[in-house]
């Protein structure tokens, strides 16, 4: 059993076992965790902010508008090197990953007259495949250090979002500004991945758009029995 150590700073909580199918073949299962927060109050958002975004820039409070949660399931096969017997030394490994999303945004829509606070909720769900490189020691009788040194994965992401707000007064022209505005939200190159409908009673929409991540520099601690 092992915890990643680096995942904490993250605000994240992962957890994984591994077992060995041949002297040089081993299968790993892993959970990950985060609890909800803000955007804004976790590790590399204060870190880009206090780099690169000026004290009044709107990213920051957009940042603070946004609370996620999320988990993840990882299967893993991992192939070592080396001449020592069991998992130990360089490996690499084929895995893939399903996720869950949660998120709430406030977006704000303005019209001449009248402040709308919309509060998005997203709902998301995504499997990805990738490779990944690291190493493992046997640190002691019974304990690991395992390091992910780098690895990557990519797939599809599909979810569903709400907002349930009285939009009556809006015209057919702003519900349709409306629409548009929150299917910019996510936009890559010039290809759109959220479908919006907006109503009387509020927002709803579809997103169906690419999953990708990074893994690395992770920092495992585990004990062997």
Known sequence: MKINLSSLALGNYSFS?????????????????????????MWISK??????????????SDLDKIQLSN????????????????????????????????TNYIYDYETQNTSYQLPLQADMKGFGGGLMIGSQWLIAKRVTFDWY???????KLKGD???VRDLSPLSASQKAELEQDIEDI????????????????????????????????GFNIGIAF
């Open 186 to 217: 996510l936009v890559i190159g010039d290809k759109q991945y959220i479908d919006a409908t907006v109503t009387d009673q509020g927002v709803t929409g579809k997103l169906n758009g690419p999953l990708a991540g990074i893994r690395g520099l």
């Open 149 to 155: 040194i780098i690895g990557a994965h990519y797939g």
């Open 161 to 163: 979002l709400a907002a």
């Open 71 to 102: 988990n993840a399931v990882t299967g893993e096969f991992r192939f070592y090197t080396g001449k020592k017997p069991g998992a130990r030394g360089f490996y690499v490994s084929v895995y893939g990953r399903y996720t869950t999303i949660k």
């Open 47 to 60: 870190e880009i902010s206090k780099r690169f975004l000026d004290e009044d820039d709107e990213l920051r």
């Open 17 to 41: 076992y591994e077992r060995s199918l041949t002297p040089k073949i081993s299968f790993v299962a892993g959970y990950r965790f985060m609890p909800e927060q803000s955007a804004g109050d």
